[in-house]
Each structure stands twice: as structure tokens, then as C-alpha cells.
């Protein structure tokens, strides 16, 4: 892929997160990068970071994925600053370990907004663009939890979202197939992010990597290559698919 697209990373501003691995992945292969993120700083601070490194051109855009209006105004700023947008990575997402039993209605609702309507907002504006350039590529990050019911650090809601997203996966790549535009999920498990840093008990986690095959948890970089390989152009054939990355904890 050449620097003629851009690619759009949603939640990226994480020092130590997915979404930050997944734009320096990108602009490897030689995309362009807009990096939305709730946290404007952390988001321009992620794009100067993956230019300089890539020599790619960037930009750091404040974007809150639940509001229409700020998603409008983030998308605007990346097709003005940038190349024409040719990928998407909707890669922004909350989750909360709390029992089921204990979930407020607003908990809830606060889980699938950020997950879920989110990424159908991200998605929707990009979308005429894509379709009226008979390209793109929309990479959706779900969860391992969307597969097998929580038990990693999610709880019903997150679950609940992350499947919400699956669903929006296949049927998307049904309809727009026929522009020329592939849409995939990644599901990943146990993975090295700020978001589980301190938050599973060691002991937890010792267990879940004894039950892993590859004995190890999951980097930001290993979901950062399979995102990648799905944007490239070589992965035109590819659509509707999930594909889990997990180190084999869960096999199915």
C-alpha cells in the first residue's frame, strides 16, 4: 500500500495500547494515519510519534466515537489534512470486569455506545467515500469474549458489545462487497495493554497463560500485523471473517 490512502485508527492515543501499534503498523506499509482518540493529546502525540518514526504524514484529531458530531468533525479534519481515507480500524472500546447482577442501565448503555454505536458511526461516515472509490478496507476489533462468554476480563456487557460488533462485521461485508470494500474482525484474548495492566489478579493470570498453548499473553504488535495484512491489497478475497488471535486459549 502506498501513501495514496489513508488509514483511520480509532482509540489509538494509548502509550501502550492496540490501537497505537496498529497505526505504526500501517504507515510501515506505507499508509497515511489519522489517529482519533478521546484524548486529543494523546492522539496528536501518537501521530507525531508514528510519523517521525514511519515518515509517513499524520494527524492526531480529538474524536469522540459515541457523538455523531464529533465523529463528523474528526473524519473532516483526516480527509482535509490527508490522503483520501482508504481504511478504517475501529479499534476505540471500554470494558468493564463487573458482574452481571451489579450492572447499571448506564454502565451498560456506556459499553455499548463506545463499542458498538461507535463503530457503526466511524464506519457510516467513511463509508460514501469508500464506496464512490470502489475501495476500502473497515477492520472492526472485537474480542475473544465475543466467542466464549466473558472469562477473560470483560464481563456480560462487554461480551454482549464486542458480539454486537461481529454481527455488524458480516452483515457490513455482505452489503458492501460489492464496492470493492472488505470488512473483517479481529478478536483478540489475553493481550499487554494499559487497559488489563494491574487489573487481573496475578494469580489469574498465571493460570490463563498456563492454559494458553504459546505460554504467553498477547502483544499490542501481534494484533498490529494481523490488522495490517488485512488492510493490504493482496487481501481483497477476505471479508466477513473473524479472526482470532489469541494464542490459541480458545480453539474452536
Same mark, same amino acid.
Given at each position: ?33 489519522a489517529?482519533?482518540?478521546i ?23 480529538? =474524536? ?12 473532516? %479534519?483526516? %480527509? ?11 479499534n ?39 464506496? %464512490? ?97 488485512? =488492510?493490504?491489497?493482496e ?11 489469541n ?6
Open positions: 500500500m502506498t501513501a495514496q490512502y489513508t488509514a483511520v485508527v480509532t482509540g489509538a492515543g494509548s502509550r501502550r495500547g492496540i490501537g497505537r501499534a496498529i497505526g505504526h503498523a500501517l504507515a510501515a506499509d506505507g499508509w497515511q494515519v489517529v482519533l482518540d484524548d486529543e493529546a494523546a492522539a496528536k502525540d501518537a501521530a507525531h510519534e508514528i510519523g517521525n518514526e514511519h515518515n509517513v504524514a499524520t494527524i492526531g484529531a480529538l =474524536c469522540d466515537v459515541t457523538s455523531e458530531a464529533s465523529v463528523r468533525t474528526a473524519i473532516g %479534519e483526516a %480527509e482535509k489534512a490527508l490522503a483520501p481515507i482508504g481504511a478504517v480500524v475501529n476505540a472500546g471500554i470494558t468493564s470486569p463487573a458482574r452481571f447482577v451489579d450492572v447499571s442501565k448506564a454502565e451498560f448503555d456506556r459499553i455499548f455506545a463506545v463499542n458498538v454505536t461507535g463503530t457503526f458511526l466511524v464506519t457510516q461516515q467513511v463509508t460514501p467515500a469508500l464506496i %464512490e472509490r470502489g475501495f476500502g478496507r473497515i477492520v472492526n476489533i472485537s474480542s475473544v469474549s465475543a466467542e466464549r462468554g466473558g472469562g477473560v476480563f470483560g464481563g456480560a456487557p462487554y461480551s454482549a458489545a464486542k458480539a454486537a460488533v461481529l454481527g455488524l462485521t458480516r452483515a457490513l461485508a455482505r452489503e458492501l462487497g460489492p464496492d470493492g470494500i472488505t470488512v473483517n474482525a479481529v478478536a483478540p484474548g489475553l493481550i499487554e495493554t494499559d487497559i488489563t495492566a494491574g487489573k487481573l489478579p496475578p494469580e489469574r493470570k498465571s493460570q490463563m497463560i498456563a492454559e494458553t498453548p504459546v505460554r504467553r499473553p498477547g502483544t499490542p504488535q501481534d494484533v498490529a500485523a494481523l490488522v495490517a495484512f488485512l =488492510c493490504r491489497n487481501t481483497g478475497y477476505i471479508t466477513g471473517a473473524t479472526y482470532d488471535i494464542g490459541g486459549s480458545h480453539i474452536h
